[in-house]
């Protein structure tokens, strides 16, 4: 039988732990705390102090999180899938946009700065501008929006010692797909989805039926991965701008929140996917089954919901990963399908109004 270990304790290793489970493996999860959602369900968890034993007992190590504690890192050992360099690649938002820049990937102009050199490359790349902790940032976290030297002053408690300084994008929408590659170097890669997002952070999303921008975005994907000689799953999020450019913002080795919709929508989840690959078996299907989508519960408990009005509606499934209620905090998603797109904007429209009582006009 085999043992997979999994860096981080999160909803991303609770459903790949889940969906492990139909192909008969054990899992490891190290985390800090035994209560975390894949720790809960994991056959064995383990604190960071015991890194070494956690190694020892896995044939194979993922992660599902890419801040993991340095000590750890350092000490870690055995078959790392995707390996410590793609990962020490996405540790460093500098050093990830860098990397893409100079292999001639489509990215946003950027600069790299420290505090002292913050205005300075503010003034080069003008405003308004986006400013980025170098590392620990995700869901919008880490992350200021710099309209004129006037809001320098936001930047004052600004996390970390260096930055990454983006121009603003004005895009018309975020795309992003969900790629796996096997260590014989067999690609595929997911549908193609529209992300939205509030505050930084996604709120919904659901595949996309631009089919040129597909073309496009699955061609960068591949590449991407073939580059990296990633074994694993490669996310990238992507601004689509009002000439239909396609620029990187980030990508992130590991299952994302835009491919939740896997679970239901295509032949074979992200999580089994990750699974197959990084224990030497073909990838499965990509294949879309249905028009699908996704809406994400941020910041409400199970007892806000109306799970009945919620379930309801013909083709939704909700996922809950049983962490505790903190404002914005991701703490679940509904997956729908739906026989075509006209449907599925319906039903993810009904979902979004009961889950945050406001009406919502889907992009
Ligand atoms: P990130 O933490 O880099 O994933 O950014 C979170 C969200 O902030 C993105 O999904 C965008 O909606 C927005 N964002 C990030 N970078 C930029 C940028 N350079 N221009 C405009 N919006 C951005």
Known sequence: MKTVGILGGGQLGWMTILEGRKLGYRFLVLDESPDAPASRVADRWFPPEQ???????????????????????SRLGGEVRPSLEVLELKRSRIREKTFLSR???????????DRETLEEALEEIGYPAVVKSESLGYDGKGQYRIASPADLEDLKGAAGERFLVEEFVPFTSEISAVGVRSRSGEIKVYPVTENVHEGGILLYNYVSSRREVERAVVSIVSEL??????VGLLAVEFFLTEEEDLLINEFAPRPHNTGHYTLDGTYTSQFENLLRVVTDLPPGSTKLKLS?????????????IDLREVLSVEGARLYWY??????????????????????????????????????????
């Open 322 to 363: 049983g962490k505790k209620k903190r404002p914005r905090r991701k703490m679940g998603h509904v997956n729908v399908v739906a026989t075509d797109r006209r449907e599925l904007t319906g039903k993810m429209g009904r979902i979004l109004d009961l889950l945050y009582r406001k009406e919502f006009t889907l992009r």
């Open 103 to 113: 292999r001639g990937y489509p990215v946003c102009r950027f600069r790299e700065a």
């Open 292 to 304: 699908a989508g996704m809406v994400n519960i941020l910041g409400l408990s199970l007892e806000d």
């Open 51 to 73: 890194v070494e034993d956690f190694c020892r007992e896995a044939d194979v190590i993922t992660y599902e999180f890419e801040h993991i504690d340095e000590e750890v890192l």
């Open 225 to 230: 991965m073939e580059e990296l000689s990633l």
